[in-house]
């Protein structure tokens, strides 16, 4: 059973279809969020969705964000009634949709961790209890899945980071990260594709080019691709 | 060919936005304006999806290097060619060596100076906007200096001059005059506010504060507050999400926005309204008003019977030139 929400005042256009949220953001764009706990099995089918829907008449473009999915929209829906119908059909494409897996690339990205070009890597262990070769050895460790691309050309959300270094975002952003720094807020990490403001603590640095727009396909990875950090040096 | 002869800050090349590139992580990007824009185009016989230069400092000087067409819409900037005061919304010619002066903005903070064809810069990812994180797009990803030159990319144009149209707020006035005020669906996240907030969100004024760019209008006011503290992953967001940070102030997105964001969503201000935002001076005072679904989709045909409408006026004079 649906309980969908009517289109009175001071309620959001929305479907709560089971465990998908549909809201409206605009007219222009739809937001689909499966709520719960972070993890890889929903993002393979919201991957698995944005493929599906993605070529509707309707979707301009479908994009994955981290167990979430935004439709922009071609044309809205002409009446709430249409909304409606619409976000049915997405709840059915969701229920029918299967883990999709990517099968994406190994990437390798060599870090230079701590140092200069990772000043916060103190905070992250005042905050954690552990020491700089122990904090190194843990984020170095997995294979990190990129979730989905966003923030900025070609920077990506990965999932997979040992929780045990999580550290809280920075109280007041830094104004000028630049490209290429290996950062943690909360119990996400991520790399800079461009310089630019972050609020995430900065542990290191890595030399790749993650965005060129002259390139046929811009950006460096894509969901599903893996990234390994290799260690290329500690810098106290 | 023009050139920007006067140091000037934050002018960019605009059209009306990247689209189809938001899974490489690059955003919108594309005029404030989008109504100052495409009837600017329109008034030129060009496409909507033209480029143009977006003003939004002032004052400044143009010269122009070759005789040509050109309109300014948006922002009414007391334009002079020559000395001579120019409407506002409206098609003149200069001659080769004219300088077009441009004023402090009255009536609106954005100003659109467009050439036939649009201006000339490369195509990326299917734009000519400027993306500034990306440093791509527009004029090599950047801001304008002085000593730009630019082109326009039809250079033999014999269209009509001298003609103009009623700027949009005229013509579609919302709420009272001189409070800039603008409708908007509530959000996901809407329905997590202490009904206090609901209600100050809707009966305040908020003021935009210096904090206030391409990117987002920071605003000021009674603070929301969330039932309990909300945890949003990061998500796709749109021009026009109004996100709520921890200290209950909220961030309108705007064109340069960040294509995913984190903080949760009191709610958007609709697609159709975008433009008023646009032209909302710094320290001025905005104000929000609540509309359903099918309000905001009736708000977005009437900008398009709005654009129509132009379009028919323009049609009319190049009509009366052939048969004169």
Known sequence: ?236 | MIELICASVLATVQDQGRFGSLKFGVGNSGAMDQLALAAGNLLLDNAVTDAAVELQVFPMRWRFHETTRFALTGADTRATLNGRPLPPWWVSRASRGDCLDLGRAVNGSRAYLCLPGGIDVPMVLGSRSTQLRGSFGGLDGRFLRQGDRFSAIRREDTGCVDIGVVPPVCSMPLGERGLTTVRVLPASEYACYHGASQAAFWACEWKITSQSDRYGYRLAGEPLLPKTPLEVRSHGIVPGVIQVPPDGQPIIQMRDAQPTGGYPKFGTVIEADLWRLGQAPIGTRLRFVEVTYDEAVAARAANQRWLQTVRRLVDVWAGRRLSA
């Not at chain 1, 473009?61 to 619409?86: F, K, T, Y």
């Not at chain 1, 999932?159 to 270094?165: A, F, K, L, T, Y």
């Not at chain 1, 890595?206 to 965005?211: A, D, G, L, P, V």
């Open chain 1, 1 to 236: 059973m649906n309980a969908v929400q009517d289109m009175t005042r001071h309620l959001p256009p929305a479907i709560d279809g089971g465990k998908l949220q549909i809201t409206a953001l605009g007219t222009s764009a739809m937001l689909l969020d499966v709520p719960g706990e972070l993890g890889l099995l929903p993002q393979q089918k919201i991957w698995a969705l944005a493929r599906a829907v993605g070529c509707w008449p309707r979707i301009a473009e479908a994009v994955p964000g981290m167990n979430n999915l935004m439709l922009i929209l071609s044309e809205p829906p002409s009446s709430h009634a249409e909304w409606l119908n619409l976000a049915e059909a997405l709840r059915r494409a969701w229920e029918e949709s299967e883990p999709l897996s990517l099968d994406g690339r190994v990437v390798d990205l060599p870090v230079i961790y701590g140092g200069e070009g990772g000043p916060h890597i103190a905070d992250v262990m005042a905050h954690t209890g552990y020491g700089l070769e122990d904090i190194v050895a843990i984020h170095s460790a997995p294979l990190y899945p990129v979730y989905a691309l966003g923030s900025h050309p070609g920077y990506c959300y990965l999932g997979g980071m040992d929780p045990r270094i999580a550290t809280p975002r920075r109280k007041s952003p830094i104004l000028d990260l630049p490209a290429g720094s290996v950062s943690i807020g909360g119990v996400q990490t991520g790399v800079s594709a461009s310089a630019g403001p972050s609020g995430w603590n900065t542990i290191g640095r890595t030399e790749m080019t993650f965005f060129d727009h002259r390139r046929p396909s811009p950006a460096l990875l894509q969901p599903g691709d893996l990234i390994r950090f290799h260690v290329q040096g500690i810098e106290s």
